[in-house]
Structure formats: C-alpha cells, structure tokens
C-alpha cells in the first residue's frame, strides 16, 4: 500500500446535530487484550466508550488511528467520537474522563474537529517505538514495559538491517498469516536502532519505525528477526534478500508485545 495506492474512502460530512471530539489517548497495554472491542475479553476502546457513557450519557463508537494488539502499549493513539451533546467544551473531556477511567489510560489531549478529519483515514504516517533492556539491567519497574535480552546486539549490524527497510516495500516476509489486507505494501518513511538511557539511567536498545502504515505484527516480527540476525551474523545483504523474498519462513522470531509502544500519529 504505497502512498499512490492509499484507496481511502471520501470522508463523511458530520450530522450537523452532532460533534467530533478528537482525543490522544496514552495506555498500558499490558492490562488489556488490546484497543479493538472484543466478544470475551477487557480492551481499551470498551472501557474509553464505557467512561464517556457515564460522562454524558450517550452511547459512542470511538474510532482508533489503528489498533494495537494484547500487551501494547500507546502513549499517542490518535482517535474521535461523534456525540450529540453540545454543552460540555471538548477540552473538557481529557479531564473528566480522566477521573472517570482507571490509571492505566490517560487521556492526553481533547479538542474540537470537523468533517476534515478522521483519526484512521486522515492519519498520515504512524510511528512506533520497541525498548529493550539487558536482563542485568532490569528493574522492578520494568515489568511488562520493556523486553528484556541477555546482551545487545552489534547496533551497525541493526542499523545496516534498519536502512533495508526504509522505502516502499512489500512486506509479506514479516507478516503474520493473520493478516487480511490485500496489499502487503507499506511506506516507511524513517528505520533506526539507538541507544538511550532510561529516567534511572540504565541503557535502552531502542527501534523507531514511521510509516504510513502497518500489517498485522510486521513491527513484532521485524524487531524479532533482526535480533535474531544480529545475534547470528547475518550480513545486511543477506537481511536484504529475506525481506525481497516474501517468504514467512525465512523470518526470525517475533518480539515480545511488552516492548512495542505506538508512539506518534500525524
């Protein structure tokens, strides 16, 4: 799905007895089985949609700018609801919601939006980041919020894979049979591995990726396998030939969901 083939639909003018509200949302994914509404298990938009029904007293479906699977994390997933009350000032949502929600989902931001946007099909690009930290390292305050690795891996053996990816690819290799999109085509706009310190001081192995969009674990399982590859000496040319072959079966293993945050929507 290179950005000449976004095939977005023509975006819906509001009921004019209605509002959008656009809101950031920040979570720990770890406490719930992801942002989609399910049948059998606790996810973050049914509870977001439970606390705006206590708030107003309206039922609302709240549209993500993607979703996130079990145990990820966001600190700016991007969404919107339509409502029909109109008295309450849309900056006022981020704080009444918040004393309405539990600890683990925070609202950042609230403001009033129109017919131009929408948080799936007016999102640009989204950016995600994976922490990991050396098993030496970790604190009682890492738990499910960092993966952790016995040692880090070259990071210009990382970098040298990250560069392969950056561009417009198909991406079948490092997606998961789950996956239903037609196109496994994507944009990645940025790729890279860095070093970082953590608020005790303690190193991150971090991995940012930006594009303008995902398949269904392909950041799990590109994190994963370049690990695995680093760990193994695997060339850059070798990484650039697996990711051209479109071939799951020559991908590593899938990284850990405690790692992964979606990080940024534009």
């Not at 037609?182 to 930006?210: F, H, P, V």
């Amino acid at each position: 799905m290179p950005r000449t083939d976004w095939r977005r639909p023509p975006l819906q003018q509001i009921d004019p007895s209605r509002r959008r509200i656009r809101l950031t949302v920040s979570y720990h994914g770890s406490h719930y089985s992801g942002w989609q509404r399910q049948h059998n298990a606790l996810t973050v938009v049914q509870v977001l949609e439970e606390a705006v029904k206590t708030m107003i007293g309206e039922d609302v479906e709240i549209i993500g700018s993607g979703r996130t699977d079990s145990g990820v994390h966001a600190l700016g997933q991007v969404c919107h609801m339509d409502i029909q009350n109109q008295k309450v000032r849309a900056e006022k949502f981020a704080l009444a919601l918040n004393r309405l929600l539990p600890q683990d989902i925070r609202i950042l931001e609230s403001s009033e939006a129109d017919s131009t946007f929408h948080a799936r099909f007016t999102a640009m690009a989204r950016m995600y980041r994976y922490y990991f930290k050396r098993e030496k390292d970790m604190t009682a305050f890492d738990q499910s919020l960092v993966a952790k690795v016995k040692q880090f891996p070259s990071l210009d053996l990382l970098n040298g894979y990250a560069s392969c990816i950056q561009g417009t690819h198909d991406f079948t290799t490092f997606t998961a049979s789950g996956d239903v999109s037609s196109s496994k085509w994507r944009d990645i706009y940025e790729s890279y591995w860095k070093m970082e310190t953590d608020r005790w001081g303690g190193e991150l192995l971090t991995y940012t990726i930006c594009g303008n969009a995902f398949l269904y674990k392909m950041v799990r399982s590109l994190v994963g396998s370049m690990m695995d590859f680093a760990e193994s000496g695997m060339t850059v040319e070798e990484f650039s030939s697996v990711l051209a072959s479109k071939d799951r079966r020559r991908a590593g293993r899938t990284a850990q969901s405690c790692g992964l945050y979606m990080y940024r929507i534009s």
